[in-house]
């Protein structure tokens, strides 16, 4: 496991900041010894909650042209049909993960192919297990084609805490299968937008496995 590059940065300042603000305590305004683990123990958890957060796991590259893997860590929020009035303006079925503080926030593609579609939509910052999150709030949406021609639609949505959504897509651009889409910045949810004759392999409330987890088999 290593720190994410989206999150290098913070740890250094978090560690930093931390590490000044806990030596001032000390030197200019008490020494007292009680005073010093009432500061520095909430310091190092906070920083050790920074650090995890911006964890990166290793794990083994799964390839299927037949499988559309979860895009994220999280728990299985949604599975219904639905209309997408964004980009395929007709009934797909959607399934959405939603990821908590503690769950790594990295994006995999779930599908190898090209990206026919990329837009970012500035919004606001609703609850993500919200419904309505997923057209109100901010966030990416990524359509993804396959040398079959079956599309699915990526959607990063931001949630009340996030408050940065990164995605690699450019359009246009090759993709590998459960390569790196993007990361979103401390709680949010990724929707997927699948054809209606999709197998759907997960159920309400499991928890799933980003890269790893099948989501979906495609026919």
């Known amino acids: 496991m290593t720190i994410h590059k989206e999150g290098r ?20 305004i008490t020494s007292n010894t ?13 920083f050790l909650f920074i650090v995890r957060f911006f964890r990166k796991p290793t794990r083994q590259i799964l390839t299927d042209e037949n499988t ?7 728990t299985v929020l ?4 639905t209309d997408e009035p964004e980009y395929f303006k007709d009934k797909r079925i959607q399934v959405s993960v939603f990821m908590s503080v503690w769950n790594v926030h990295i994006n995999w ?25 997923s ?6 949406s ?22 940065r959504i990164i995605c690699y897509a450019k359009e246009l651009n090759e993709v590998e299968q459960n390569s790196e889409m993007g990361f979103i910045r401390f709680g949010s ?24 987890t099948v989501l979906a088999t495609l026919k």
């Open 109 to 133: 593609y779930p599908l190898k192919g090209i990206i026919k579609y990329f837009k970012y939509h500035p919004g606001q910052f609703l609850m993500a297990r919200v419904p309505k999150s």
């Open 142 to 163: 990524v359509v993804i084609e396959d040398n079959k021609e079956r599309k699915i639609l990526v959607r990063q949505i931001a949630g009340i805490v996030a408050r």
């Open 78 to 81: 949604v599975i219904e049909e």
């Open 189 to 212: 949810r990724v929707d997927v937008f699948l054809p209606l004759d999709a197998k759907i392999e997960v159920k309400l409330g499991d928890k799933t496995k980003g890269s790893q």
């Open 68 to 74: 559309v893997y979860a895009p994220a860590d999280g």
């Open 9 to 28: 940065s913070i740890v250094a300042i978090a560690f930093f900041t931390l590490l000044i603000i806990n030596l001032a305590v000390y030197y200019f």
């Open 34 to 46: 009680i005073v010093t683990w009432v500061l520095g123990v909430p310091s190092f958890l906070i």
């Open 135 to 140: 057209t109100l709030n901010e966030r990416t």
